[in-house]
Structure formats: C-alpha cells, structure tokens
C-alpha cells in the first residue's frame, strides 16, 4: 500500500520562478490537504481540496498560490514569482473522509528553497 | 487564533523516563489527534481521541482528553532513544486541522 507521494523531495527556485508540487493521495482517498510549515514552527493549513473541488482554501495566499485536485492525477499546488518568504516545507495529506472524523496520512514533504 | 499550544516546547529525559506533554486549545473540536514529526521528516499520526472520549491507549502512549478544560496530554511510558522527536497535537471540529507548533522531545540514551 504506497502512501501519500510528494514530489519533488527539493525544489530550488530563483526569485521570480513558479514552483510547482505535485501529491498523490492514498490510493482510493479524494480528501486532499496542503500545508505548510516554518522552521521550528507548526504546520498552517493552507488548502483543502476535494475531486475536482476546493473545499476550503482559508489558509492560502490570495495571489501567487494556487491549488488543483483533478480528476485524475496528482493534487498540485503552484505557487506563481517566489519570494524568498515562500521558502518552506509545503506537506499534503490525504484522508478517506472529512476531516473531522479521520486521521490524516502525510507525505514526506516538499523542502522548497528560494534563491 | 485557533491555533493549539503545546507545553513545555522542548523536553529532554533520560531513557526509560516517562514523557508528558500537554495541548491546550480554544474551540470546540470533535476530536484531537497527537502526531510525531521525525527531524526533515513528514507526520505520522499516533492516536485519534474522540470528544466523547476521555483516554485512550495505543502501546507506550496515553492520551486523555478534558473537553471542560479543552486540554489533552500525551504519556509517552518507558520513553526510547528512537522516541526523539517533536510531536504535535491537532485538532478537528468544523475546518481542516489546526495544529500546535510543537513539543520537541529528546530522548537520552
């Protein structure tokens, strides 16, 4: 049973460029979950997505950031010119449910670092 | 902020002690989850507790839940060099999780 996948593991991106994320769910999961996280801090929900669906995007950035879940493929989220503030550990979960009831299952993380 | 606070921030014991933490939070929840951050790595997630629940066990871990004082406490038992971690509580009511930054914990072989 593969978890959540995350890629790329790194990203190193100029100021100015677009990073994209890609997640992959747990197989059969349509409950997807980006974050984010500071060093030393907590991680700050961003976005939450379901099939074709922005459920609830409260913690996201209005401009640069974005998120998709399609139909089929990886969850991505795309973050537009990066700044140097926008360097972080970006993790995406999935869950079988609404988050209210179900854990969540995390992937290895996205490290991204703006230059 | 809804955010939850964990105390103490950082902890260091000896192998074989006990660990507790604790989480406080502000709004009402449905449940509250505790997970464990391995340094560089992502969370896994250790033990669901429900709001109608008061304790719950899961191997070395105790967790209980006081929704009166809308605070939990993670026990980790016979802690283990391999325990060194930081660990987070979250918690679930009516939007996605919102989760505390964190007791780092360091076990001492």
């Given amino acids: 049973n593969a978890g959540v996948m995350q890629n790329p593991r790194h990203l190193v991106r100029r100021r100015g460029q677009e990073a994209r994320l890609r997640c992959s769910p747990v197989k059969g999961h349509s409950h997807v979950y980006w974050y984010r996280q500071l060093p030393e801090e907590g991680l700050k ?53 609404t988050a209210r009831g179900y854990e969540q299952y995390f992937g290895p993380g996205t490290r991204l670092t703006v230059t | 902020s809804q955010q939850g606070e964990e105390d103490p921030q950082a902890l260091s014991i000896q192998e074989g002690e006990n660990a507790t933490m604790n989480c406080s939070y502000k709004t009402s929840i449905n449940n509250l ?77």
């Fill in chain 1, 45 to 97: 929900f961003m976005v939450y997505l379901q099939k074709e669906n922005i459920i609830d995007e409260s913690g996201m950035p209005k401009e640069r950031f974005s998120a998709e879940f399609p139909k089929e493929g990886p969850s991505i989220l795309r973050i537009q010119q990066v700044v140097r503030g926008d360097s972080a550990a970006y993790f995406c979960a999935s869950s079988p449910g």
């Fill in chain 2, 33 to 109: 989850q505790w997970y464990r951050q391995n340094s560089g790595r992502g969370l896994v997630h250790l033990i669901l507790i429900r709001s109608n629940e008061r304790e719950k066990h899961s191997g070395r871990l105790r967790v209980t839940l006081d929704t009166s004082k809308k605070s939990s406490s993670l026990l980790i038992t016979a802690s283990r060099a391999a325990d060194t971690a930081s660990y987070f509580c979250a918690f679930g009511g009516n939007t996605p999780l919102v989760f505390g930054k964190g007791t780092r914990l360091s076990v001492i072989a």
